[in-house]
C-alpha cells in the first residue's frame, strides 16, 4: 500500500497510508511470518482499508499493489484473495461441503480434485464429520471455521479477515484465535487480519500495525 487514501463522501475516512505487508511463512529465528493484523478502535478505518485491499472499496488516492503489479484495474474476483468476515456470510441452506467447494467449482476445477480439497480443509479446520451438515445447524465457532475453510480451499493469494471473531462469545474467541492463527500458517498463506481486541492482535498477529483516525 502507497499512500492509501479512501472517501466516504465528503470525509476522508484512510488517510495517505502506506504498508508493505510480507509473505514470509516465518521462522523461529526470522522473528516474521506470514499474519499481519491491523489494530485499532471501532471507526478507525481498518475495515475500509482492508476492503479497498480486496477491491470493494475505490481508492481515492494512492496504489495497492501486488507482487509488483498494480491492482487498480483488478476486480475483486481476479484478485485470487480470500476474504472472512465478522458473521462469516456461509451460504444458507446448503452443507458445509458446498460452502466449502463453491470457490473451486467456480474455478472449474474437476469433481474429484475438488471432493479431495474439501475433505483436506475439513480435517484443517477440526471438522471432518460435518460435511453433510447444513450450515444453518452450526455454532458460531463452527460456521467461522467453515468460512475460513471456504476462503483457503482455492489457495488464495492473500486472505483478508475482518474481525472474524467479533461475534462469538469471549471465551470461544480465546480458543478460536489459536486455531485460526496455526490453520493460516499451517497452509503459508499471507494474511491481513483487522481487530480491536489487543488480545487477539497478539494471538494472531507476526506483525501487529497500529491505526488510528485513518492513519
Known amino acids: 500500500l502507497s499512500g492509501v487514501g479512501v472517501d466516504y463522501g465528503d470525509r476522508r475516512v484512510v488517510d495517505d497510508v502506506s504498508l508493505t505487508v510480507s509473505a514470509d511463512s516465518g521462522s523461529a529465528d526470522s522473528g516474521s511470518g506470514p499474519v499481519t493484523v491491523i489494530l485499532g478502535p471501532s471507526g ?3 475495515a475500509t482499508l482492508l476492503r ?35 458473521d462469516g456470510q456461509l451460504f444458507p441452506g446448503r ?6 467447494a463453491y470457490g473451486l467449482r467456480a474455478r472449474r476445477w474437476a469433481r474429484p480434485q ?26 458460531g465457532g463452527q460456521a467461522q471455521r467453515v468460512a ?30 489459536d486455531d485460526i492463527g496455526d490453520i493460516v500458517r499451517a497452509t503459508a498463506t499471507p ?21 488510528r483516525a485513518g492513519a
Not at 452443507?95 to 466449502?100: D, R, S
Open 114 to 139: 475438488i471432493a479431495e480439497r474439501v475433505a483436506e480443509m475439513l480435517e484443517l479446520v477440526g471438522l471432518p464429520e460435518l460435511a453433510n451438515r447444513r450450515v444453518d445447524d452450526l455454532s
Open 148 to 177: 475460513l475453510a471456504r476462503a483457503l480451499a482455492p489457495r488464495p493469494r492473500l486472505l483478508l479477515l475482518d474481525e472474524p471473531l467479533a461475534a462469538l462469545d469471549a471465551n470461544l474467541r480465546g480458543r478460536l484465535a
Open 191 to 211: 494474511a491481513i487480519m483487522v481487530t480491536h481486541d489487543h488480545d487477539e492482535a497478539a494471538t494472531m498477529g507476526d506483525t501487529i500495525v497500529v491505526m
Open 52 to 86: 479497498a485491499v480486496a477491491g470493494l472499496e475505490p481508492l481515492a488516492a494512492g496504489a495497492i499493489t501486488f507482487d509488483g503489479a498494480d491492482l487498480a484495474a483488478v476486480p475483486p474476483y481476479r484478485r485470487d484473495f480470500g476474504m472472512v468476515f465478522q
Open 44 to 46: 478507525c478505518g481498518k
Open 95 to 100: 452443507t458445509v461441503a458446498a460452502n466449502i
